[in-house]
């Protein structure tokens, strides 16, 4: 980790080097103006190393290549929304899609079915098919909360994704983090993620976790460099902060009690 801009006198966790393998902040982008992400890379830049454009808006917003050029000369990669990969499905234009992502020169795609269903065999060709010429992104998991998948269902669509040429697997939580691997109110399915993780190696996934309460629970859990999206722009500092102790929620996680002060 960069330490610039600080004195450096802390023991802290090791964080890796962007571009990352593990302890990823993927960070959602629901509209920000160039003026809100330039805000947010000039305190936390380092810290961030995939932006989701949130569901299909790239399709519409007025900044796109302006954002995009942005975020690239951060260091930061970007990745459409699963959403609208969907809808280019319902449409039949995912060839529209894929030279759409190209014409922006984009290296990452998200494929996802967390609304459409859609057979098994076909999304798997789709990243199979995208995964020559891009990093792909899959996502597991419904954004309707009333559907219940069962965690061996959760275990073998993983395991198939990233068998058929996935970079890492994404399991759903939607952007208010009351879907998927949570329930409505926000709780984690401990239950289910105990037995993603037991079967597949969590540096294979990124957990989707929009709400404090939920980053801390994975940070306690699977350690500083768990992967984590979703994250509000607003959160990727005090996500850091969450993952190095400097936050009250993780400091005696990831410090213990130290020397006992007169």
Request: net charge negative; hydrophobic share 40%.
């Amino acid at each position: 980790m960069s330490m610039e801009r600080n004195a450096g006198f802390l023991s802290l966790p090791e964080r890796p080097e962007r571009p990352r393998q593990t302890g990823l902040t993927h960070v959602i982008d629901k509209g920000l103006t160039l003026a809100q992400a330039e805000g947010m890379l000039e305190i936390a830049g380092e810290f961030v190393d995939i932006v989701k454009l949130g569901w299909g808006s790239s399709y519409i917003t007025g900044n796109l290549k302006e954002k995009l050029a942005l975020y690239r000369d951060a260091g930061a990669e970007v990745v459409l929304g699963g959403t609208f990969f969907e809808t280019c499905l319902l449409q039949g234009r995912l060839e529209e899609w894929r030279g759409f992502i190209s014409s922006l020169g984009l290296g990452y795609v998200e494929i996802s079915d967390g609304i459409v269903e859609i057979p098994t065999e076909t999304k798997l060709e789709w990243i199979r098919k995208m995964s020559s010429d891009f990093t792909v992104l899959s996502e597991v998991g419904s954004k309707d909360n009333e559907v219940v998948i069962a965690p061996s269902r959760w275990v073998t669509s993983i395991e198939q994704e990233l068998d058929a040429g996935s970079w890492k697997v994404i399991t759903e939580a939607r952007e208010s983090g009351t879907a998927g691997i949570f329930r409505g109110d926000g709780e984690v399915r401990m239950g289910l993620i105990e037995e993603i993780v037991t079967a597949v190696d969590p540096s294979k996934l990124i957990f989707e976790a929009p709400q404090k309460a939920q980053q801390v629970w994975f940070i306690q859990t699977l350690g500083t460099n768990v992967n984590l999206g979703n994250i509000p722009p607003d959160e990727v500092l005090p996500l850091e902060s969450l993952r190095l102790g400097l936050r009250a929620d993780t400091l005696r996680d990831i410090h213990g009690d130290g020397p006992q002060v007169d």
